[in-house]
């Protein structure tokens, strides 16, 4: 015993038993969601554009597209297409899928497979490393109830969904390999891992710098408080700095060695390798004093922040986002709620990202109290990598769900204390109203939503509830007969709408929301908000052939508050321009699609 329930596991690294008791319930809740996402599985309704793009992106890898080659030439085609940070990592499982099923299903079908397969193979990768985390330091239940707080977890099983096939499971199974190999006995195997875990989630997306970042600082620490303690951080940044590289190379290829903020290139892999060289060179000798390591990390890190602040000085302020043009930042970027501080987001969404690490980080304090010393640093760092993850997704949500995944065992911990205290009262008063507690500590968004509900709703003209349709209700795919029928031609499209419109036709789209491609964001929406003699000169320059939107969405509300007069407005508002000819398609998919008329 190693402090209250602690256990000493000294067997395989993944037992049978404990791959089978995981496995019993991944297939459980992978049934589950397969039963409850049929519809939108069937009719391939995605809930995200970037979904839509991902899989665009693996059939153009398929149809032959270069290897080192991102980029999407049907996107602002006159402008020579636009380039994509997304990495082909991501892209491999799936087409791997795709082609192992092809000669089996068809092209079709084994799409549909692999958008199914894929996320449900990133959930078994996530429950298990989750639950292996618990089962390596408490046992068989805590393990049980580690995947029971995953499945809980909204913000977590959002990203590991049937369709969700876009890079964010894969990051948060990054995030929990690092923490596994802090459990490693060999503080060399540890810090391999670690840093091969960073440098795979940061090939991936650099998202998960500043969480790297932090890791990395927590092992200076431990080097900090115990010279002996060097092994971990110095194998960590050998690792990320020579796994960088390599991914590097086979992913990214040196056709284009320019200094981007939003994914790893050469100033990254420069700053990697002279941290592993000063931090090497500062474990040589056999002990350092405590003012010599503080300068060597003070070398290593200001000599990498002097690089960054050298190749690309637009990085220190935007991160991967400095580039975009400030039009566009404005009106589309400041509108990605996912992307936006949590303080912004509803409180029921809120409150799901920020409970479990909460819990997490009361549960290690907890831990530190009742361990021994060996245990007892575990707890403190694992609590500073869970405060670490929580503090930034702060200030960008979309990360939450890193923070939520990390907590998870901490959680379910917790709440097996919990179950024991309950089962001991003798009152069913208390005990009950101890249950609503713990349900609600774990599932913090109910009484939320519940509270909302009871709210007056906000009534819109008319005495409707002024509430903008998702990107999924505007079906594109039931036009998809009518949009092959077309002659192909570029559509100037919503944002939101063209990955879409893109994946079910051969057509080309001038921009979907993906910053790289800024530019013709900005020109399409500088259309939308402009005049209609504008934009009929604006297209008609471009050669654009069709003009697609859908007018109930909340990007038409977006430019309608912004100009109301402005073309996509007009359009939305049935005040349809002279030069522009409808094309007959069906009203219940939302969508409205003109033909632009020839001079």
Known sequence: MLGGNQIERRRSAFPKPFLKRAGLVWALVSAFLIAINWNTIASLHFSDPDDILRLIQVRDLLGGQNWFDVSQARIDAPGGGTAMHWSRLVDLPLALVILVLTPLMGSAMAETAAIVIVPLITLACVMVLASRIAWRLWGDEEATLTALVIVISIPV?????????????????????????????????????????????????????????????VLAFRWLRDPKAHVWLVSAIQSLALVSAALFAVTRGFSDLAAYCDAISPVHLTMFGWGALCLTLLAQPARVPLGLRLAGFALAGGGALAMMLSAAPQCASGGGFAQVDPLVADIWLSNVLEGRPLWEQVLAIALQYLAAPLIAIYASLQLMARSHEGLREFWRDYALIIAGALAISVFVARTGAAACVLASPLVAWQLRRWMKTIRMMESPLPRMAAMVGVACALLPAVPAVLLTSAMPVRASVGGAADVPLRVAD??????????????????????????????????????????????????????????????????????????????????????????????????????VPEWLEPVPVSDANGLKIWRVTPE
């Open 157 to 217: 099983l959002f990203q590991l969904s049937p369709m969700r096939i876009d890079h964010h499971g894969w990051q948060l199974v990054c995030a929990l390999a690092a923490v596994n190999g802090l459990l490693s006995r060999s503080a060399v195997r540890a810090g391999w891992i670690i840093g091969a875990s960073f440098a795979a989630w940061l090939s991936i997306s650099i998202e998960g710098l500043p969480l790297a970042a932090i890791t990395f600082a």
């Open 474 to 575: 505007c079906r594109v795919q039931d036009a998809a007969v009518t949009l092959n029928e077309l002659p192909q031609g570029e559509i100037y499209a919503l944002l939101d709408i063209a990955p879409e419109l893109l994946l079910v036709s051969d057509h080309s789209v001038v921009a979907t929301g993906h910053h790289r491609g800024h530019k013709a964001m900005k020109v399409l929406i500088e259309t939308a908000i402009g005049t209609t003699d504008n934009a009929r000169e604006t297209l008609r320059r471009r050669g654009s052939s069709y003009v697609a939107i859908c007018p109930a969405l909340y990007e038409t509300r977006t430019y309608e508050s912004i100009a109301p007069e402005g073309f996509v407005p007009q359009l939305a508002n049935g005040n």
